[in-house]
């Protein structure tokens, strides 16, 4: 799965860096920045738990 970042809605909140922190990080444009290229089936709970933690809607998983 790829788990990507819309970033016209992101905010950079960072609560998804808190929820996810090895899957994501904010850059130096203080916007949210997926670090894997492919989540392994062991990190989908974690990006999920990052999605449900964006007040802006930003984060989503799509089958690659």
Do not use: T, W
């Not at 929820?19 to 994501?24: G, N, Q, S, V």
């Amino acid at each position: 799965m790829k788990f990507s970042v819309d970033y016209d809605r992101c905010e950079g909140h960072s609560l998804c860096v808190a929820a996810a922190p090895d899957l994501i990080e904010i850059g130096d444009d203080e916007l949210a920045h997926v670090v894997v290229d492919e989540l392994a089936p062991a990190q989908h709970p974690a990006a999920e738990h990052a999605i449900r933690s964006c007040p802006k809607q930003a984060l989503r998983l799509e089958n690659s």
